[in-house]
């Protein structure tokens, strides 16, 4: 049994297991680790008996949810520690709240990694039909929306619910307001030992399913990456991803949508793009941010599946005295045509007639192959995920094991392995937390 001062279990967990924090109790963004912590182990744990649990879990989000109800449903004792007062605060915001639980269709390329097929062997455990199966069997609405992409109809609410009855009938302990999290691992015999605001406890396995560093409004912190750390593994560069891009010179833009088709780092996205006061944003710029380097450009075609130039041709033809921004406010957003053409300096009343077939090639470029090197990107704050993380080198893709620790694993987005829009990253958090439930013994 977990150990706190002067004060029963069941007074601190409830009947049910389930702790809320007080609400006085400080949260703590991150959770700095001080060099030198773990060089003496705690004093108390090396007199420990037998574990509290089989498995403790840090982070009671997607994966960490995931996983316990996994491993619990194999018979397992398992707790979950998570520093907010609620769990699962990120699913609840997913998809504008109506959470894109998975896509019909996951695929390693639609994932940004060091190794993208490290995804394979949890994809093949766990594939999206698993998922859809659980939604099903639990009455949850939902429905496709573009590019095999699955929502609620009734909202994130539903998805959270079902992890949580899972955990709850696998008589999972899950301990929220758990703050200042800090671990050691113990040799003889082998036992994680964590300390936290509300007590010690001890487990044979440990799973790290603590997120990225995004949203942390929502609870994000670096523990995991510093815990990947302490442990001796490698954690990729990080940075965000699936997040708006900075480029000033639009302001007067902001505002206006339309669907594009950006190219990056050789791939070709389309979907709808949005003028931002600070740049630009929208389903395919997050898609794009995802594997787009700093420094580099983007190609951006305002008018995909049009080809512009022998259309302007063909309007110059049959309408000669019909003027250039006319002509183009016929596809495209009269605000936006004024601003390219104040931007590249075309006549503002020149009739067709007066513009050569090179000038209106130009033109017809500068639209539909808009070349540009954003300054950055809108930061963590704005980014629904880390890209980087835990190296997927140090780790089983069976199991999320680390290779160089036994009984410690590390899943979700803490993984180096970072999806693109539309259900990858919440499918990838259910496949490596269900691969890591399944495993631990
Ligand atoms: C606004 C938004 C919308 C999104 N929409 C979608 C979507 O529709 N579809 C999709 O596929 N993906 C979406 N994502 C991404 C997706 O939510 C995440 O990739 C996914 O939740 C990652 O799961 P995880 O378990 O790794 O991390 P999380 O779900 O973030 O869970 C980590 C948990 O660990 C806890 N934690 C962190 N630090 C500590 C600490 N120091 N001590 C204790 N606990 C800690 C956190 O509070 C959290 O509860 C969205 C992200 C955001 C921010």
């Not at 004792?77 to 709240?97: D, F």
């Not at 980014?383 to 694993?409: F, H, I, N, R």
Request: charged share 15%; hydrophobic share 40%.
């Amino acid at each position: 049994m977990a150990r706190s001062r002067g004060q029963g279990y069941s007074q601190r967990f409830g009947a049910k297991g389930f702790l809320r924090a007080s609400p006085k109790k400080r949260q703590t963004e991150a959770t700095r680790i001080s060099p030198g912590a773990f060089e003496q182990p705690y004093r108390f744990f090396c007199t420990l008996p037998m574990p509290d649990f089989d498995l403790l879990v840090l982070g009671a989000g997607a994966s960490g949810l995931m996983c316990a109800a996994t491993a619990a449903g194999r018979g397992l004792k398992v707790a979950v520690l998570e520093h907010n007062p609620n769990p699962g605060r990120k699913i609840l915001a997913s998809g504008g709240g109506r959470c894109n639980f998975t896509n019909l269709e996951v695929r390693p390329q639609d994932f940004r990694s060091a190794n993208p097929h490290f995804v394979k062997s949890c994809l093949a455990q766990y594939p999206p039909s698993r998922f859809l199966e659980l939604v099903k069997e639990h009455k949850i609405a939902f429905y496709e929306k573009a590019q095999g992409q699955l929502f609620c109809h009734q909202g994130a609410r539903e998805i959270l619910n079902l992890l949580l009855g899972l955990n709850q009938k696998g008589k999972v302990k899950l301990l929220t307001g758990a703050q200042e999290i800090q671990v050691c691992h113990q040799k003889e015999p082998s036992l994680f030992l964590v300390q936290c605001s509300l007590g010690e406890f001890s487990a044979r396995n440990l799973v790290v399913a603590t997120g990225g560093l995004s949203y942390r409004s929502l609870g994000a912190s670096d523990l995991g990456m510093l815990l990947a750390r302490q442990f001796g593994l490698k954690v990729t560069h990080t940075r965000p991803a699936l997040v708006p891009l900075l480029y000033k010179g639009f302001t007067p833009l902001a505002g206006v949508s339309l669907p594009a088709e950006v190219e990056v780092a050789g791939r070709s996205l389309t979907d709808d793009l949005l003028f931002t006061h600070q740049g630009i944003s929208g389903p395919v710029v997050l898609k794009a941010s995802l594997f787009w380097d700093p420094g580099e450009s983007l190609q951006v075609n305002l008018l995909p599946g049009q080809d512009l130039n022998p259309l302007l041709l063909e309007a110059k033809a049959s309408f000669p005295q019909k003027s250039l921004s006319k002509t183009l406010a016929q596809w495209l957003p009269e605000r936006l045509v004024s601003h390219w053409q104040e931007t590249f300096g075309w006549p503002t009343k020149g009739q067709l007639q007066n513009f050569s077939h090179k000038e209106l090639a130009l033109v017809a470029q500068s639209l539909s192959a808009w070349s540009f090197v954003p300054q950055g990107t809108e930061g963590y704050a704005k980014a629904e995920v880390t890209l980087g993380g835990v190296s997927t080198q140090e780790l089983s893709s069976k199991t999320l094991e680390a290779k160089k620790q036994p009984g410690l694993y590390f899943v979700g987005e803490l993984v180096d392995m970072t999806g693109l829009l539309g259900g990858f990253n919440l499918h990838w958090a259910w496949a490596s937390g269900f691969a890591a439930g399944t495993a631990v013994s």
